[in-house]
T-cell receptor, first 115, second 116 residues
Framework: DVKVTQSSRYLVKRTGEKVFLECVQDMDHENMFWYRQDPGLGLRLIYFSYDVKMKEKGDIPEGYSVSREKKERFSLILESASTNQTSMYLC??????????????FGDGTRLSIL | AQKVTQAQTEISVVEKEDVTLDCVYETRDTTYYLFWYKQPPSGELVFLIRRNSFDEQNEISGRYSWNFQKSTSSFNFTITASQVVDSAVYFCALSEFGGANSKLTFGKGITLSVRP
């Protein structure tokens, strides 16, 4: 079974802090994704990566950055946390098969609160 | 641009009732993929089904069935004889063909509550 592990289930940080959310997958997947989930808005893509050191902006990249130094690890960085970044953050991975037809596998999510 | 609409936001049923979750999509591509995911209270999204645009055959898996109709751009999900364990948020998603990164566009989700 694919396992996507997010480092924390719950996290509380202060406004202005630099926040790191870590995600590790164990299935040698090429693609990795970060989403945020908010009530009434569904899942929105923040950033994704299709290879080591490669990254692409999703729909809502402002205020975030990412890092992918190793294939199995994809980090989401909040450069200067703000209260409007309080949300559930979900990491996902998928194989790099052509065609876009591979399902994504998700972690359990990190519920981040910015005070 | 692609779009997925789940017009129902919350549905509440009594156990053993059948329930249908609607999904309507928009895309300019002729080749695309549709997905359903389940998010139980624990938070992890669980993949349920994938369907490609060339396969309009309906699918049944136990109490779950899916009805794909290209003519109406819909990919509806029916749970037969619902159970309390079916209580979750259900997401429909769309992926376009042509990229290696299988980027998904999600609907806003439907919260299903099954009462005993």
């Amino acid at each position: 079974d694919v396992k996507v592990t997010q480092s924390s289930r719950y996290l509380v940080k202060r406004t202005g802090e630099k926040v790191f959310l870590e995600c590790v997958q164990d299935m040698d997947h090429e693609n990795m994704f970060w989403y945020r989930q908010d009530p009434g808005l569904g899942l929105r893509l923040i950033y994704f990566s299709y290879d080591v050191k490669m990254k692409e902006k999703g729909d809502i990249p402002e205020g975030y950055s990412v890092s992918r130094e190793k294939k199995e690890r994809f980090s989401l960085i909040l450069e200067s946390a703000s209260t409007n970044q309080t949300s559930m953050y979900l990491c996902a991975s998928s194989p790099g098969a052509t065609g876009g037809n591979q399902p994504q596998h998700f972690g359990d999510g990190t519920r981040l609160s910015i005070l | 641009a692609q779009k997925v609409t789940q017009a129902q936001t919350e549905i509440s049923v009594v156990e053993k009732e059948d329930v249908t979750l609607d999904c309507v999509y928009e895309t300019r591509d002729t080749t695309y993929y549709l997905f359903w995911y389940k998010q139980p209270p624990s938070g992890e999204l669980v993949f349920l089904i994938r369907r490609n645009s060339f396969d309009e055959q309906n699918e049944i898996s136990g109490r779950y069935s899916w009805n794909f109709q290209k003519s109406t751009s819909s990919f509806n999900f029916t749970i037969t004889a619902s159970q309390v364990v079916d209580s979750a948020v259900y997401f429909c998603a769309l992926s376009e063909f042509g990229g290696a990164n299988s980027k998904l566009t999600f609907g806003k989700g439907i919260t299903l509550s099954v009462r005993p």
